[in-house]
């Protein structure tokens, strides 16, 4: 058959999102991925410059998403499916352009690891993320914050003459469009994968990629890779060169043979061909390769300790197998960036398929034989050369304007080349970014730009996103000074390091502002940042009062306004030793609020703080679950060993390292 596109409907248990935070992201999330500054000074020096270059100030412009449950209910998700008569490719548009299925027909297997629901867990930079599948990994370490977000997609011409996929979006955090072409031959075992990231503006910009493959994991699964050494990171704050396979009394290349989370990053030669795969007991898997401008590949384990096997669990049903993830990026690590520079791109290759190798030699004691094995397989199923030779056929093509819409994302790209087009600037053939995608979130940053200036809330409801690239802040800074219009200055001023400006903004908008718990709120994170908790936690209670006064509880932005700023002011003043200001923050949160997991957690911290400890250790015996628990958080343990010396129970049981001491 020749490669078909068709547009279907995927269904599954599927917790929903929810609303996001309307509170703006003035710091990242506590992101696991980072390094002590002492560790660099052991590093190549390049690899030292790249982690150093243009780490996350805050999460801006996006919002974080941490308003969802764990209760799942059959949900449809739009699919793309792309197929010929060998594989089956399943997309969804709506979730990153996530590659959630890839199915070899001739011998029914799945390729990837699937995850038989959807339930989004606090992984991503920006909040939920789930598991499974190819992701697409861009903007800065760590998941991508489009990881349940919509991409544009459209069907464009493909380099044999037939149909290819095209994914589409404009990363908010560097301000980069990108495009994802998924092409499927017509007599093809490999999906090809062109990418493109391109810099649109003056000046250089740090860009980050990594594609994300989950696979099936059992005791007899090994991943491969071209390389004798890695550099290991294990959430210790460090990055260590060791030898491949071998590590530590163990052989690292089977995921289940360690005992606690970790990242290989596979030191790859330049000269050697990009690769890697993970076989199972008979020698079959999936194979990734690509063009050499996609030098990085790296196993993600969850190992086989209590908190590794706890993590897959909670990001799926009982009883479904486990996984492991091998990735492919534009560096060395995942802590790097690297520069793109102005009106330049980065495009490479990849191609996924099936792989099957002698399993008495990939599963060997000689790692040599083992690569060999794997490479001249390789060869054999798909040519370098013929990898080179798509790239360089599909190339032309990226700049095709697409044909038959198949899913619509953002309208963030659409304002950026709507300001930009009419500066002269922002030729992006391939990847329209028209104004009819242009929204509700979109509105008042238009009419800052055409008119001057920034248009009241209605009714005083929390604010909306704030753009924070030069431009915008160029704009506000011109704008009539409204109360609205010097809380979004002074949220640009933040993201760009100035403090000290963004705080008299925000304190010129309380002379005029009815609705004052969002600059108050602001003004407490300054505080918190600049060592005065004191004042922080004032500025937090009086933010929380003036919420309290205006809010609409049947209102789903209230409800995660009043939600978002609780968790923000109960910490702020139980790290001030004031938990009866915090208890009176949390006796006015709604009912259903408090049943949350996370409320529970941190009424059990205000029942210690009140020296309530048997009935805090009673939350803990009756049960409860943090939905958005963040990757790497030590809560939990840290809270049930300041209650007893009992060991911790299972279910709460989610480190990431081995305990400090």
Sequence with gaps: MATSVRRAVLTLPAAPLGPENPLPALRPLDETHSIDERAKRDLPRDMARQIGYEPLRTLL???VLDGY??????????????????????????????????????TGRELLYRNPVFQPADFALNGAWFSGGIEWNIGATGHTTLSCAPLHAALVPAPDGG????????????????????????????????????????????????????????????????????????????????PVPEYDDA????????????????????????????????????????????????????????????????????????????????????????????????????????????PGTVHGADWGAARAEVDARLERALPRADVDAAYEAWLPHADTEPGERLATGSGWGALEVMRGTMRGGYQLPGTPFDESMLGEQQAPWVELFTQGTFPKTRNAEPPGPTLVAPHWRDMLETAPAEPLTEYHLGVTQWHAGDLAQAVRSWER????????????????????????????????????DDLCARRVDEDESWTAATASLAREAIAALLAVDRPREARRVWDRLPRETRQRGVFRLMEAQLLLAEGEKAAARALFDAGFEVADLREGAETLNEVWASLTDDPLPEAY?????????
Aim: aromatic share 10%; proline share 8%.
């Design 163 to 242: 149909e290819m996929v095209r994914l589409w979006e404009w990363e908010p955090l560097r301000g980069l469009p990108f495009q994802v072409d998924l092409w499927l031959p017509d007599d093809s075992d490999f999906l090809h994968v062109g990418v493109r990231i391109r810099n649109p503006h003056q000046g250089p910009a740090p860009v980050y990629w990594w594609s994300n493959i989950a696979v099936p994991e059992d005791e007899h699964t090994r991943v491969i890779a071209p390389a004798d050494e890695a550099w290991h990171f294990g959430y210790e704050r460090s990055l260590r060169r060791v």
């Design 653 to 661: 049981d989610y480190r990431m390292r081995p305990a400090a001491g």
């Design 69 to 106: 449950g764990r209760d799942r209910v059959p949900t449809g998700f739009d699919t793309i499916v792309i197929e010929n008569d060998h594989l089956r490719a399943t997309v969804l548009p709506g979730l990153g352009g996530r590659i959630h299925s890839l199915h070899h027909k001739p």
């Design 251 to 358: 052989d690292r290349t089977y995921p289940l043979r360690g005992q606690y989370p970790a990242d290989y990053f596979y030191e790859v030669p330049l000269g050697a061909r990009k690769w890697i795969t993970s076989l199972d007991a008979a020698g079959h898997g999936l194979v990734q390769t690509s063009t050499d401008t996609l030098r990085g590949r790296k196993l993600f384990l969850w190992g086989a300790g209590r908190g590794g096997r706890r993590w897959q669990r909670w990001l799926t049903e009982p009883g479904t197998p486990g996984y492991a993830e091998i990735q492919a990026g534009l560096a060395r690590t995942q802590l790097e960036h690297v520069k793109l520079d102005g009106h330049d791109d980065f495009s490479w290759l990849e191609s996924y398929g099936p792989l099957e190798a002698d």
């Design 509 to 544: 908008g309380l002379q005029l502002a009815t609705s004052r718990w969002p600059l108050l709120r602001c003004l407490a994170v300054a505080d918190r940042e600049g060592g005065n908790p004191e004042r922080a936690a004032d500025q937090y209670a009086d933010a929380f």
């Design 61 to 63: 412009p996006v919002r």
